[in-house]
């Protein structure tokens, strides 16, 4: 069972697990250290668990770039596009016309459809981002995710844009550099 005692529905390193955990790590941020909202990266190493390394996404606003360091040997998992049905009790739903694509270093790498049917419970930081509260919440996530390996040690380049085919379009760029040094791993 995970540290804040809540369990999950789904294994967690399975897609739906790592979709579920993604959803609560963004949750645990809270509004002033919020990765979604992060513009520069500052934020990208706090709460990560040990097995995995999530990157965030945007709301949408305007293209980001961020820098990170990562810690080597950890693989990467992040959405191209997703959303959120807080407070669900069934299946999240499907946007028909999303889209997706990233690039790693400059090679496409198709995105894939992770989906979480079974409502998992969100008890994030105060205003969080997903529940906007603190209490517990059931909710469900739907999107095009990619779950890469962990990358050799040096600069790489990665780069997602994904939407809704409706007009709100995510653009995000992580600059990371894999270290072997641990502590934040955050540039800024």
């Known amino acids: 069972m995970p540290a804040d005692g809540l369990a999950l529905p789904y294994t967690p390193d399975s897609p739906e697990g790592l979709a579920?955990?993604?959803v609560r790590w963004v949750a645990d941020a809270?509004?002033?250290?919020?990765p979604v909202e992060d513009e520069t990266g500052q934020y990208a190493g706090q709460n990560q668990p040990d097995d995995v390394w999530f990157l965030a996404g945007t709301y949408g606003?305007?293209?980001v770039e961020r820098r990170c360091l990562v810690p080597i040997g950890r693989e990467l998992f992040l959405p191209v596009f997703n959303l959120w049905d807080v407070?669900?009790?069934g299946p999240p739903p499907v946007v028909e016309r999303a889209f997706g694509s990233l690039t790693l270093d400059g090679v496409a790498v198709e995105p894939v459809e992770i989906g979480t049917p079974i409502p998992f419970t969100v008890a994030g930081a105060r205003l969080?981002?997903?529940?906007g509260r603190k209490s517990p919440f059931p909710?469900?996530?739907w999107g095009l995710w990619s779950h890469l390996p962990a990358l050799e040690p040096g600069e790489h380049d990665l780069h997602a844009v994904g939407g809704d085919g409706e007009g709100f379009v995510v653009d995000v760029r992580y600059r990371l550099s894999v270290v072997a040094t641990a502590g934040n791993y955050s540039l800024w």
């Open 20 to 22: 579920a955990r993604w």
């Open 30 to 34: 809270g509004p002033v250290s919020n």
């Open 139 to 141: 909710v469900t996530v």
């Open 87 to 89: 407070g669900s009790g």
């Open 128 to 131: 969080n981002g997903v529940t």
């Open 61 to 63: 606003r305007k293209p």
